[in-house]
């Protein structure tokens, strides 16, 4: 099971690019509303989630991904329930994964020391302890994958999938979207 989780104003195609593109793969995927509410976007786009932050099982899960957008990354940053969970994914050596300004947070919560990682251009002093890679647009170190922007959410949702399944699972994905 991926969890994905939506907080007021994500990025949408960082967010729902991935639950497409894994549920393609016939990963099981779950949107997670922070508020237990129905979440907007950051372009007005508003998503009923799967189910509540409440509701997530991490003996079920497989991986923890965390949406960049203006105040959607933000408003994960501020809810301790999201930094419990990402903390508790590591801890039972789950695969995290955060996108454009979101690794910012693993940086905050210490969980990047060491590794290289990516993030929304301009932000690189927050991934603290991790070794800014901002050529490229999906990085993987150890069980954390970042993505750098909007841009690269299909690179990183095919990243999930390699990782979660192998490369021909990916690729099979990629081939049918025509990418």
């Known amino acids: 099971m991926v969890y994905i989780l939506l907080a007021p104003g994500f990025e949408e195609i960082e ?6 593109l894994l549920r393609r793969a016939n990963i099981e995927t779950a949107t997670v509303s922070i508020t237990g509410e129905p979440v907007p976007g950051s372009h007005g786009v508003t998503v009923t989630a799967d189910i509540a932050l409440e509701d997530v099982d991490l003996s079920r899960a497989d991986m923890v991904v965390l949406p960049g957008g203006g105040p959607g ?14 903390r508790a994914a590591v801890e039972k050596d789950l695969w995290v994964a955060a996108i454009c300004a979101a690794p910012t947070l693993l940086g905050r919560w210490g969980l990047l020391e060491g590794k290289q990682a990516v993030c929304y251009p301009g932000m690189e002093e927050g991934l603290t302890g991790a070794q800014a890679k901002m050529d490229r647009g999906v990085v993987r170190d150890g069980k954390v994958i970042t993505g750098r922007a909007a841009g690269d959410a299909i690179d990183f949702a095919a990243e999930l999938i390699e990782v979660l399944r192998d490369r021909a699972a990916a690729d099979k994905v990629l081939e049918s979207i025509c990418y």
């Open 73 to 86: 990354y933000k408003n994960l940053g501020k809810d301790p329930r999201v930094e419990q969970l990402v």
């Open 15 to 20: 967010a729902l690019a991935p639950v497409d």
